[in-house]
Nanobody, 124 residues
């Protein structure tokens, strides 16, 4: 059974940092793109960041460029999202996802595996 388990969410003051982790089990995603999406209350799920299988390419939403960094450790079957200079508008449930392909896709339709999500709350 494939599982993606996120961790590292929590409550932080505006301007602070958090590091999210996503550990995959049940199969290796060494050759697959992985990414992060988020969903705020009353809003649709939106793309945050994605990384290709070899970590040579990444994509970011305009709203997080320069503040967030995605990385991966294929040996640990884990990806990370370092979030700096957090803003109240970053408050959302953050979901880890894995694709069947290798490119850093920005559309949720390219991802077939999803975690349960971790809550990130940024106080003003």
């Amino acid at each position: 059974q494939v599982q993606l388990v996120e961790s590292g969410g929590g409550l932080v003051q505006a301007g602070g940092s958090l590091r999210l982790s996503c550990a995959a089990s049940g199969r290796t995603f060494r050759y697959n793109a992985m990414g992060w999406f988020r969903q705020a209350p009353g809003k649709e799920r939106e793309f945050v960041a994605a990384i290709n299988w070899s970590a040579s390419r990444s994509e970011y939403a305009d709203s997080v460029k320069g503040r967030f960094a995605i990385s991966r450790d294929n040996g640990k079957n884990t990806i990370y999202l370092q979030m700096n200079s957090l803003k109240p508008e970053d408050t959302a449930v953050y979901y880890c996802t894995a694709s069947g392909g290798g490119a850093p896709y920005t559309s949720a339709s390219n991802y077939g595996y999803w975690g349960q999500g971790t809550q990130v709350t940024v106080d003003p």
